[in-house]
């Protein structure tokens, strides 16, 4: 199907769904509130199924495009959407983890549950706006809209210490918004030296644009967008925020943090500024990669120290997470294309990882490992299966997505013309040691299930632990079916976004172009 002939108006319609949704529960009584939400998050799962459905993966352009006239003064921003291979696969990872997050919360929001699904709600708006636009002035203000929900769920229904954690996760995140809100002006200023009449907020004719900024312009914006989307990433040293926020946050909300918000800067960094910015993105992949690498041995190192069950599994995304910029920095298709699967894969393992902690919570009030005590396996057999399935896809166990995205990203790192690069001679040792120390997370994983489910049961918990609901078989089948079929068939994910990674990669080798794109008015 020819872009020309696709449906119209499917992203306005999943944009608007969680937005309309988050006025319409607070208008109806409290009772209601979970019914509705549940509704809706089916809905948006419906609708990003026809997306995936009538999308073509052999055109590499941007599909289900709509662009209307918004603002004129002082500068022009347009609603602009549209979605490539890459949006498509995020925004199908978006309504499956929020739907199931939504099932998750029917415990959690016992208090004010209007508020709780609104704020989801509103939540949801702001991750789907930030993967479908196309205006970088609607990027940034949906970007930063997430911090409003985010800051109150963990504020208002968090752990002991919610208010530190929530503030921590809004100094942090908003002083990335600060350095991308620079960046964005910065670089609408610039394009205007390229050529007359070529300022714009565009993000399809920026991505043609930036290019032939002046080369310390072009650094100086990347590393403006650079520095904000790694806090949201988040990478080493500007991580810290999340642990806290984690272990504070109900269930619901660290499956849509680890999930989903996490994505939101591995996004960035592949949109803006590899998409933007090829020739300071290739300065800097040196130090991308090492430091791709450094966090996932850091990262992994600190999952082995740690006693609360949230915390190991929040080291952990920061460890899995270095694999995305090791695969950006690499600046080769094959390490791109790891990147993006593990943006999609860890987005269903460490929402199925945090709502099995919460299951366990439920049952034992504490998330302390010494305080459980192991041997849960024989009184919920069900609920090991499904930690035990979720922490192999953790560890990279052959056959699940956890896998195809680790080996992707290290085969094309290694084999990188950076890598093999005199000049950065070394990265390739980085790699090694990042490569031998994923054994890591094999160790802290199966230590973890070890001390939860093995040996011998603690007396206080005889007879008084109950195994998995339906409702909690649904919600954790549904993320493990993700993690099984992506790991036995890959090309489900990487049909829709090769052709895009391979795109990107091509461009950036020919980025030698000999004319300037021509005026848009």
């Known amino acids: 199907m020819s872009p020309d002939h696709l449906p119209q108006h499917l992203l306005t319609i999943l944009l608007f769904v969680p937005l309309l949704g988050t006025f319409f529960i607070g208008l109806m009584p409290e009772r209601s509130a979970y019914a509705i939400a549940s509704v809706l998050g089916m809905v948006m799962v419906v609708v990003a ?10 055109y590499t352009g941007m599909q289900f495009v709509e662009q209307i006239p918004w603002i004129r003064w002082p500068f022009p921003v347009d609603y602009h959407v549209g979605i490539d291979g890459m949006s498509l696969c995020l925004i199908i990872l978006t309504t499956i983890v929020t739907a199931t997050a939504i099932l998750a919360s029917k415990n959690v929001a ?3 549950p209007k508020l709780y699904y609104s704020l989801l709600m509103l939540l949801t708006t702001s991750i789907i706006g930030v993967f479908i636009s196309l205006d970088l002035v609607q990027f940034f203000v949906l970007y930063e809209l997430e911090l409003i929900p985010m800051y109150f769920l963990i504020a208002i229904w968090g752990g002991p210490r919610r208010e530190y954690a929530a503030m921590k996760f809004l100094i942090y995140t908003f002083l990335g918004g600060i350095f991308m809100l620079g960046g964005l002006l910065y670089l609408y200023f610039q394009t205007g030296l390229v050529g007359p009449g070529l300022q714009t907020f565009d993000m399809v004719k920026l991505a043609h644009i930036s290019p032939f900024l002046a080369k310390g312009a072009q650094l100086g914006c990347c590393l403006a967008f650079l520095l904000a989307f790694l806090i949201k990433l988040p990478s080493f040293p500007l991580h810290t925020w999340l642990p806290d926020a984690h272990v504070e946050a109900p269930t619901p909300v660290s499956m849509i943090l680890a999930g989903l918000l996490l994505k939101m800067g591995s996004y960035g960094l592949v949109r803006i500024n590899l998409g933007f ?92 490992i010494a305080e459980i005590g192991g041997g849960l396996a024989r009184q919920m057999p069900m609920i090991f299966y499904f930690w035990m399935l979720a922490c192999m896809a953790n560890l990279a166990l052959p056959g699940l997505s956890g896998f195809v995205a680790e080996v992707t990203v290290f085969y094309g790192a290694f084999t990188s013309a950076v890598a093999a690069s005199l000049s950065h001679s070394l990265v390739r040792p980085w790699i090694i040691i990042a490569c031998i120390t ?84």
């Open 49 to 58: 199924a026809l997306l995936g459905l009538n999308f073509n993966p052999s």
């Open 110 to 112: 016992q208090n004010r």
């Open 277 to 368: 910015f090829p020739e300071a993105v290739g300065t800097l992949a040196a130090f991308i990669m090492a430091l791709g690498c450094f966090n996932i041995v850091w990262a992994a190192i600190a999952c082995l120290v740690q006693q609360d069950m949230k915390r190991i599994i929040a080291f952990s995304s920061v460890s899995h997470m270095g694999f995305v910029l090791l695969g950006l920095g690499s600046l080769s298709a094959v390490g791109l294309s790891g990147a993006v699967f593990q943006m999609i894969s860890h987005g269903f393992i460490s929402a199925a990882l945090f709502f099995l902690v919460g299951v366990l919570y439920d049952r034992c009030h504490t998330r302390q």
């Open 438 to 521: 994923v054994i890591l997370s094999a160790g802290y994983m199966l230590w973890l299930l070890k001390r939860l489910f093995y040996g011998s049961e603690l007396p206080k918990w005889e007879g008084h632990l109950s195994d998995a609901t339906p409702r909690e078989v649904l919600i954790a089948a549904t993320l493990s079916f993700f993690m099984l079929s992506l790991g036995i068939y890959p090309m489900l994910l990487t049909n829709a976004y090769t052709p895009l990674t391979d795109k990107i990669i091509l461009d950036l080798s020919n980025r030698h172009l000999t004319s300037l794109p021509q005026s848009h008015g």
